[in-house]
């Protein structure tokens, strides 16, 4: 098999609704293009010589992927897509000089791997290992501006039956200990709960909060700095009875995450499709991780993420986004990837959940590659 083409569809898209927050100094939801203009997402398409096409979506960045694609995917046109190992090493070596941008390095993968889901009629997830399709979902909190909508939006996540729950907090240390002693206390004894620091603090205010997070039994303690200072990350992991769970940001996929495991920087690791280099990548971070009896959390939701959650071994969890009281009480009926019962079932189907109308893309499409 080989690809014939390779397309970008540039579409004017609506602003997230409902917009959301992170904690203070974070850019929230959007990419930052004006409130009065709308945002681009990028529809990608890859043709073969055996009439199999797959599609992936970029939410963000529209124009961005387009310029990608016109100079530096389009020379991967005759490749092979059953061979994803060696059209992700072909895109490393792009990486080298271009700087890929992280959410970009994996969308050549994907579209290769929706191709050969649908040749193989299989779910990707087995294609890939594959270990369980019914994955628990954590719900993950965006920011809200008080406490009584925290407990008000966590309640609503009981009601629908999550048993486990993630705060992306304020970033002030001690609000944010009032919230994780209230999140204990609204959720009961036996509840896995989790901790976003956002990569907003210094060695010595990561270090102090973590006691707290240790004294209410979270599970976990995520990104509280910056993925730059190894050493200090080595420092809070050494003092720190609770697991310390980083590296979801950095750029390097598999190397820069042996450099983490190395330096003792973490306990638990990250992975995801779109900071590591697609389902490839993303696997490949997982399977390095078990090999030092580490657990490789899948950070983000979707169809590949789901996927990569449901092939490998050491991940615990499925991240679900939570935004208000409307969207906690529509997920367990929405069309794609419902949670039901604090539970998500990755769909037995060929491909990765994406499938547009070619002949509307080609009509409404503001720019084509």
Not at 271 to 292: D, N, P, Q
Request: glycine content about 10%.
């Amino acid at each position: 098999m080989k690809i014939t083409d390779i397309r970008c569809y540039v579409m004017e898209e609506a602003h997230p609704s409902p917009s959301f927050r992170w904690r203070e100094g974070l850019p929230g939801s959007g990419d930052g293009t004006p409130a009065d203009q709308p945002m681009r997402a990028a529809i990608l398409r890859m043709d073969t010589d055996a009439g199999i096409t797959g599609w992936w979506r970029e939410d963000r960045r529209g124009d961005m992927v387009a310029d990608l694609v016109r100079r530096r995917m389009k020379p991967l046109v005759g490749c092979n897509p059953l061979l994803t190992e060696d059209l992700w090493r072909r895109v490393w070596e792009i990486d080298r000089v271009e700087e890929i941008h992280m959410g970009f390095l994996g969308l050549i993968d994907l579209l290769a791997w929706d191709i050969k889901s649908r040749a193989a009629n299989m779910p990707v997830y087995q294609m890939l290992g594959g270990i369980e399709p019914r994955i628990p979902a954590y719900a993950s909190t965006v920011t809200w501006d008080t406490m009584e909508e925290y407990e008000r939006y966590i309640k609503d996540c009981i009601d629908e039956g999550f048993f486990a729950f993630k705060l992306h907090a304020w970033g002030d240390a001690k609000r944010d200990a009032e919230l994780c002693a209230n999140l204990r206390r609204w959720t009961g004894p036996d509840a896995d709960l989790m901790f976003d620091g956002s990569a907003g603090w210094d060695l010595i205010t990561s270090l102090e909060f973590g006691r707290v997070l240790q004294d209410q039994g979270f599970l976990w303690y995520e990104e509280p700095m910056r993925e730059f200072d190894l050493v200090s990350y080595t420092k809070l992991c050494d003092k720190l009875d609770i697991p310390v769970l980083a590296a979801e940001t950095p750029d390097g996929c598999h190397w820069n995450a042996a450099t983490w495991i190395k330096m003792g920087a973490l306990d638990m690791m990250r992975t995801s499709t779109h900071y590591k280099g697609g389902l490839t990548g993303g696997v490949k971070v997982a399977h390095l991780a078990e090999s030092f009896g580490m657990r490789a959390e899948v950070h983000g939701s979707g169809y590949a993420n789901g996927h990569l959650c449901a092939a490998i071994p050491n991940n615990t969890y499925y991240e679900q986004l939570v935004f208000d009281g409307h969207h906690i009480r529509g997920l367990k009926s929405q069309a794609h990837l419902p949670i039901i019962d604090g539970y998500v079932t990755i769909p037995d189907r060929p491909g990765l959940g994406y499938e547009p109308d070619a002949d509307w893309l080609e009509a409404n499409a503001v720019k084509i590659v």
